[in-house]
């Protein structure tokens, strides 16, 4: 499994900035049928960690610290995965890692897409 991670970059702090996961090899019908798929980052000494994912129910979860500010969603005939982050924090600076987990071929990660915010 193929997930290609991008949109990261540079921003200010209080702006925003939308992460997209793209799997554009993957069959439709396998994208479609995940058990969930999030986003996670990571930021230097510091462990990985959950910030949104959507669940094979429709549920989604955030962390709190970006709740209100993070909106995960996904489009099924782009077969991508979306992260749109406002009011970014300078505290959100990490690099960010999308994940699918689907029900034969596992737990899949995408290579990583850097996001820094400038105080």
């Known amino acids: 499994v193929q997930l290609q991670a991008s949109g990261g970059g540079l921003v200010e702090a209080g702006g925003s900035r939308k992460l997209s996961c793209a799997a554009s090899?993957?069959?439709?019908?396998?994208?479609?049928?995940?058990?969930?798929m999030g986003w996670y980052r990571q930021a230097p000494g510091k462990q990985r960690e959950l910030v949104a994912r959507?669940?094979?129910?429709?549920?989604?979860n955030y962390a709190d610290s970006v709740k209100g500010r993070f909106t995960i969603s996904k489009n099924n005939s782009k077969k991508t995965l979306y992260l749109q982050m406002n009011s970014l924090k300078p505290e959100d600076s990490a690099i960010y890692f999308c994940?699918?987990?689907?029900?034969?071929?596992?737990?899949?990660w995408g290579q990583g897409t850097q996001v820094t915010v400038s105080s």
């Open positions: 994940n699918l987990d689907l029900p034969q071929q596992g737990n899949s």
């Open positions: 090899r993957m069959i439709l019908s396998t994208f479609t049928s995940f058990n969930s």
């Open positions: 959507i669940n094979s129910d429709g549920n989604t």
